[in-house]
């Protein structure tokens, strides 16, 4: 059973920065990318960030720039890196594997952004 964990969110001031984590527990079999996603109160889940098994990565147009996702070596540890942040960032933020068993979310990190 493969579970998954964010952590790292909080409290931000606009133009500050923070770092998430993303890590996941059991045998994961087949990955094929890591993805994160956020969502605000009343909007739908976003797109943020995606990073596959040979370090290629895509980025939403709202954030690229100012975000930057990696992985560490081979290990099921991923980071979000967010900079110049604005208010309109605050929201959840969901990290999903994407493996051979299917796809497995977090249960998300609040990030606010707030002066």
């Known amino acids: 059973q493969v579970q998954v964990a964010e952590s790292g969110g909080g409290l931000a001031q606009p133009g500050g920065s923070l770092r998430l984590s993303c890590v996941a527990s059991g045998n994961v079999f087949g990955l094929r990318e890591i993805a994160w996603f956020r969502q605000a109160p009343g909007t739908q889940r976003e797109f943020i960030a995606n990073?596959?098994?040979?370090?290629?990565?895509n980025y939403a147009d709202s954030v690229r720039g100012r975000f930057l996702i990696s992985r560490v070596g081979a290990k099921n540890l991923v980071y979000l890196q967010l900079g110049s942040l604005k208010v309109e960032d605050s929201a959840k933020y969901y990290c999903?594997?994407?493996?051979?068993?299917?796809?497995?979310w977090g249960p998300g990190t609040q990030v606010t952004v707030s002066s």
């Open positions: 990073i596959d098994t040979h370090g290629r990565v």
């Open positions: 999903t594997f994407k493996h051979q068993g299917g796809d497995t």
